[in-house]
């Protein structure tokens, strides 16, 4: 796809890119080809699993790590986007872990010091960024901000366990933070996405189930992480500047499916 300049002279701080099955890779990828400038940064950890250094060639972009629950980080990096651009007018939240999910536990029988971190790594952590962004004076009137989210939140989905509690919070701060920061017509959204093939999305128990299932329910089919890239920059751009505070299904109408034809005839062949 050509690139129409819709992020021309944006700049902003990208989260969570780990690897180029990574949502947040192509996000940077889609925002770099409309024009946009950014900051990209993970974790610390991140360093020795991913390949960032190749993203930030392809991208020309910067890269700063940082530990999203760790306020000194963060400080350190909108700290650095303010010298580097002189303010920002977007920030990409593409980070999750559930630490109770990836070890096989039972959402009734959770391990707590996993799941508070579970939580703050998820959630607290956009709470934390849009907080330091603002503290350094690096988040800039008219901005955009953008979460990556999950149905999970308001449906249950036995197997994501913590997470559906960890996207539920992140929502709550979006519409939280989104009025506040309405007086400064700053947006505040987030992406509740299909099941995607992605590293993070490969941890959680029966994901290939859930796929496979959003899929055949779906009447376009799981998005994939390509076309989230571009419903991410259409919320980065002017052309949503009166959108904030929403949910916005990114998801082939998964969400206001019941049932379709395809698993009905699934369902006739299993139980016949």
């Not at 990828?29 to 400038?37: D, I, P």
């Not at 509690?165 to 920061?181: F, H, P, Q, T």
Request: net charge negative.
């Amino acid at each position: 796809m050509n690139g129409h300049g819709l992020l021309k002279g944006k700049k902003g701080v990208i989260f969570g890119a780990l690897n180029d099955s990574s949502i947040a890779w192509k996000i940077a990828e889609a925002v770099h080809r409309e024009g946009g400038q950014f900051i990209l940064t993970n974790a610390p950890v991140a360093q020795r699993l991913g390949g960032l250094e190749e993203l930030a060639t392809k991208t020309g972009a910067s890269i700063v790590w940082a530990d999203a629950t760790s306020d000194e980080d963060l400080t350190k990096l909108f700290t650095e986007a303010k010298t580097l651009y002189g303010g920002i007018d977007f920030i990409v939240h593409s980070i999750g872990m559930g630490l109770n999910v990836r070890k096989n536990r039972p959402y009734d029988d959770l391990n707590y010091e996993w799941y508070k971190k579970s939580l703050d790594i998820s959630a607290i952590s956009l709470h934390r960024t849009i907080h330091w962004a603002n503290e350094t004076g690096a988040l800039k009137d008219g901005g955009s901000v953008v979460a990556l989210s999950y149905i999970g939140a308001q449906r249950t989905f036995s197997k994501y366990s913590e997470m559906g509690d960890a996207k539920a919070l992140l929502e709550s701060i979006v519409r939280s933070y989104g009025y506040r920061l309405g007086k400064r017509k700053i947006r505040v959204n987030t992406i509740s996405q299909s099941p995607t093939m992605t590293t993070a999305g490969s941890g959680i128990a029966g994901f290939d189930a859930m796929f496979k299932f959003a899929e055949r329910i779906a009447p376009l089919g799981n998005a994939d992480a390509e076309s989230c890239a571009d419903y991410t920059v259409s919320l980065l751009s002017d052309l949503t500047r009166m959108v904030t505070m929403q949910t916005l299904f990114h998801d082939g109408g998964f969400s206001t499916m019941g049932i379709s034809d395809e698993l009905i005839a699934d369902l006739a062949e299993v139980y016949s």
